[in-house]
C-alpha cells in the first residue's frame, strides 16, 4: 500500500513522518529519537496531544504502560541492555521539552554513567553525554529522517502485529 499522505502524526507542536513511527494502537505512539541520549533511546506517547500525564483517561494511561512494557523488552534484548531508565517529565517543570506525553524508553548499561544517576542531568539538558557512551556530545545534532527510518524499520518488525495498526 502507497504511504498516504494524508496522516499526520503529532508530537506537541511537531509533525512526525510516519518514517519515524514503529508503533501505532488505539492510544498509542512509537516514535524513534531524533537526538537519543543512548542508542535505542525511543519514545512511547500517547496519541492523543496531551502535556500532561493527569490529563490522560484509564485507558490510555492502560494502553500508555502495556505499549511502553512492550517496547522496553524488545529495546532491552535489541540493545543486550542491562537495565532500561524509564521515566516521564511531566510539565516543564519537571524538565519537559516537548508538551506531549510520552514515556522515555533507553537502554541502560552498567557503567554507561559515572553514576547511574547522571542520565537525569542530561534528559534535562543540564549534563553532558559522558565520553565513553557511543553518543558524544557533538553527535548530539538531530538525526536524518533516513537514519530513524532504517531504526523505525528494525522496530517495527520487533512489533510485529501486536494490537498495531499498519502505519500507513
Ligand atoms: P522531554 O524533554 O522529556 O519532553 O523529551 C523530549 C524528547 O523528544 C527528547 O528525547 C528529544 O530528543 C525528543 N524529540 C524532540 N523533537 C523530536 C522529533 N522531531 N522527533 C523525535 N524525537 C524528538
Known amino acids: 500500500m502507497a504511504p ?3 496522516r499526520k502524526f503529532m508530537f506537541g507542536p511537531l509533525t512526525i513522518p510516519l518514517a519515524q513511527l514503529f508503533l501505532l494502537t488505539k492510544h498509542t505512539l512509537g516514535i524513534v529519537n531524533i537526538k537519543p541520549i543512548r542508542p535505542g533511546h525511543v519514545l512511547v506517547a500517547t496519541r492523543r496531544q496531551v502535556a500532561r500525564f493527569n490529563e490522560l483517561s484509564q485507558e490510555e494511561v492502560a494502553d500508555l504502560f502495556a505499549q511502553g512494557q512492550r517496547i522496553s523488552k524488545i529495546i532491552e534484548r535489541l540493545y543486550s541492555a542491562d537495565g532500561l531508565t524509564l521515566c516521564i517529565q511531566d510539565g516543564g517543570a519537571a524538565g519537559q521539552t516537548v508538551p506531549h506525553v510520552h514515556l522515555h524508553v533507553i537502554p541502560r548499561h552498567t557503567g554507561d554513567f559515572a553514576n547511574s544517576d547522571d542520565i537525569y542531568s542530561v534528559l534535562d539538558g543540564t549534563g553532558q553525554v559522558p565520553q565513553q557512551t557511543h553518543i558524544d556530545n557533538e553527535q548530539r545534532r ?7 527510518a532504517a531504526e523505525a524499520v528494525i522496530l517495527r518488525k520487533e512489533v510485529g502485529d501486536w494490537d498495531n495498526e499498519p502505519i500507513v
Do not use: G, I, T
Not at 142 to 148: C, Y
Open 4 to 6: 498516504s499522505v494524508a
Open 142 to 148: 538531530p538525526r536524518s529522517l533516513d537514519d530513524m
